[in-house]
């Protein structure tokens, strides 16, 4: 956690640099305002960011929480612009081929990045949309024929997303009239002890069949021990590597988080041991990140549910996430497992989105005898 923070604050100091660097370039702007004032506002928003890192999450208070906010939305906004900007200048050779224009051009840029910015900030705070997969699963029992699976991922519940945020999640899933609610992890942003008032709010989710989760790496991040004792009171069980049996026929198995596994170079067939001895009927696994799903459709697995990749969140950053996840955001078939992997129901960092926004997934389990 400690490098993945140096390495952000790395990312955003050299952003935040390429931005000003341009934005001094353009003429209209620096006819307005001094550059040093211009600095002066980089370097706040360069502080803004680091304490909030430094003292933002659970328990920073509002003052943290309104600098983390600040900081975290800057490095958004400061990677959008420069999307365009770097366009212009690779269009430009860095200004050496349109000398004359390339300031105007980068006034331009600036234009277009404010622009989807600003789009951004609107996908960002619209409410996940409902996504609805009708998944035919082998050994499914007629009688089950029909069963609706609600999954939720990427909460990051914190200093960002709070309680109010998470009661909207609640009514909207419990309008759906769930048989069984799954969370697919990183729920809780895993900096600091989360408030009760966090637990009382997930203890919301209601279903027959009951609320289950599995770990992401923001649980990781929080201690995967601590995170996990925190949901369980919360009334939401937690698969861990291990199988439960909803209904004769149906069975719910979900893996700790992947991801994690991998970078701290753990090994083992998890999901092997996460399958092990369960009944016969049709099996629906858990898994954060979409790893291992060769395996998993081997294994027996028919349908996999997973989060993690946040569908980019915003565009460009995308392309990067795809070279670690291919199956990246949507509905996929990988050997003998329908793969869904949810965009989340929440965001990461700075309440944005582009060009997509977040989503919750409805999944009507069918019997291959169904005559759905």
Same mark, same amino acid.
């Given at each position: 956690?400690?490098?993945?923070?140096?390495?952000?604050?790395?990312?955003?100091?050299? #952003?935040?640099? /390429?931005?000003?660097?341009?934005?001094?370039?353009?003429?209209?702007?620096?006819?307005?305002?001094?550059?040093?004032?211009?600095?002066?506002?980089?370097?706040?928003?360069?502080?803004?960011?680091?304490?909030?890192? #430094?003292?933002?999450? /659970?328990? @920073?208070?509002?003052?943290?929480?309104?600098?983390?906010?600040?900081?975290?939305?800057? #490095?958004?906004?400061?990677? %959008?612009?420069?999307?365009?900007?770097?366009?212009?200048?690779?269009?430009?050779?860095?200004?050496?081929?349109?000398?004359?224009?390339?300031?105007?051009?980068?006034?331009?840029?600036?234009?277009?990045?404010?622009?989807?910015?600003?789009?951004?900030?609107?996908?960002?705070?619209?409410?996940?949309?409902?996504?609805?997969?009708?998944?035919?699963?082998?050994?499914?029992?007629?009688?089950?024929?029909?069963?609706?699976?609600?999954?939720?991922?990427?909460?990051?519940?914190?200093?960002? #997303?709070?309680?109010?945020?998470?009661?909207?999640? %609640?009514?909207?899933?419990?309008?759906?009239?769930?048989?069984?609610?799954?969370?697919?992890?990183?729920?809780?942003?895993?900096?600091?002890?989360?408030?009760?008032?966090?637990? !009382?709010?997930?203890? @919301?989710?209601?279903?027959?069949?009951?609320?289950?989760?599995?770990?992401?790496?923001?649980? /990781?991040?929080?201690?995967?021990?601590?995170?996990?004792?925190?949901?369980?009171?919360?009334?939401?069980?937690?698969?861990?590597?291990?199988?439960?049996?909803?209904?004769?026929?149906? %069975?719910?198995?979900?893996?700790?988080?992947?991801?994690?596994?991998?970078?701290?170079?753990?090994?083992?067939?998890?999901?092997?041991?996460?399958?092990?001895?369960?009944?016969? !009927?049709?099996?629906?696994?858990?898994?954060?990140?979409?790893?291992?799903?060769?395996?998993?459709?081997?294994?027996?697995?028919?349908?996999?549910?997973?989060?993690?990749?946040?569908?980019?969140?915003?565009?460009?950053?995308?392309?990067?996430?795809?070279?670690?996840?291919?199956?990246?955001? @949507?509905? /996929?078939?990988?050997?003998?497992?329908?793969?869904?992997?949810?965009?989340?129901? @929440?965001?990461? !960092?700075?309440?944005?989105?582009?060009?997509?926004?977040?989503?919750?997934?409805?999944?009507?389990?069918?019997?291959?005898?169904?005559?759905?």
């Amino acid at each position: 956690m400690r490098m993945f923070g140096t390495m952000l604050l790395a990312a955003w100091t050299i #952003l935040l640099l /390429y931005v000003c660097w341009r934005v001094a370039t353009v003429p209209a702007i620096t006819r307005r305002i001094p550059r040093p004032l211009l600095a002066v506002v980089a370097i706040m928003l360069w502080g803004a960011f680091a304490v909030g890192r #430094l003292r933002g999450g /659970y328990g @920073g208070g509002r003052a943290a929480a309104l600098v983390e906010l600040v900081g975290m939305h800057a #490095l958004a906004v400061f990677f %959008v612009l420069a999307v365009p900007l770097f366009a212009v200048d690779l269009v430009t050779g860095f200004g050496l081929l349109a000398r004359r224009r390339a300031g105007a051009l980068r006034g331009g840029a600036l234009i277009v990045g404010l622009a989807m910015a600003g789009f951004a900030f609107v996908q960002g705070a619209r409410p996940p949309e409902v996504i609805t997969h009708e998944v035919r699963l082998a050994g499914l029992p007629q009688a089950l024929d029909g069963t609706t699976i609600v999954a939720l991922s990427d909460f990051h519940l914190g200093s960002l #997303l709070d309680g109010d945020w998470l009661a909207d999640r %609640v009514v909207q899933v419990t309008a759906l009239g769930p048989d069984v609610v799954v969370l697919l992890g990183d729920l809780l942003e895993g900096r600091g002890a989360p408030p009760r008032a966090l637990a !009382g709010g997930l203890g @919301g989710f209601r279903a027959p069949l009951g609320v289950f989760a599995v770990t992401g790496n923001h649980e /990781y991040h929080g201690g995967r021990d601590d995170s996990v004792r925190f949901l369980e009171e919360a009334g939401v069980r937690v698969l861990r590597d291990r199988w439960v049996e909803l209904l004769p026929g149906l %069975v719910l198995a979900g893996v700790d988080d992947l991801t994690s596994r991998r970078r701290s170079a753990a090994t083992g067939d998890f999901v092997g041991v996460a399958l092990a001895g369960r009944p016969s !009927g049709a099996v629906v696994l858990l898994s954060h990140s979409p790893l291992e799903l060769e395996r998993a459709g081997a294994a027996g697995a028919g349908l996999v549910l997973s989060g993690h990749t946040h569908g980019g969140q915003i565009w460009p950053f995308g392309y990067l996430v795809r070279r670690s996840y291919p199956e990246f955001a @949507g509905r /996929y078939q990988v050997g003998g497992a329908t793969v869904i992997v949810s965009r989340g129901a @929440g965001t990461w !960092g700075p309440r944005m989105r582009l060009w997509k926004r977040g989503d919750i997934l409805r999944v009507v389990l069918r019997s291959p005898a169904g005559a759905g």
